[in-house]
């Protein structure tokens, strides 16, 4: 599966948001349905999801393991980059 063009261009945090809402999408969750099914505060997990805080720690957790998610992290290479 390729990259998004606009993801590319978004910072991590904007990445995160956008592959929890693209999953939530996949697999037929709404805000509503997550937060009722899997117990995750609502309001919290609606804040995150329309960036006005990134520091719902608990709530990112809570929804990456509802969505049977985890987050991998990747090194970027770039151009300039002389430690490879």
Do not use: C
């Not at 009722?36 to 990456?64: C, T, W």
């Amino acid at each position: 599966m390729s990259i998004p063009h606009m993801m590319l261009t978004m910072n991590k945090s904007e990445k995160l948001i956008a592959g929890i809402k693209a999953e939530m999408e996949i697999k037929g969750e709404s805000q509503y349905s997550l937060a009722k099914n899997h117990g995750i505060d609502q309001a919290a997990m609606s804040r995150f999801l329309n960036g006005k805080g990134y520091h719902f720690y608990p709530v990112i957790e809570q929804m990456l393991d509802a969505l049977k998610l985890d987050i991998e992290v990747v090194r970027e290479v770039r151009d300039d980059d002389t430690t490879r």
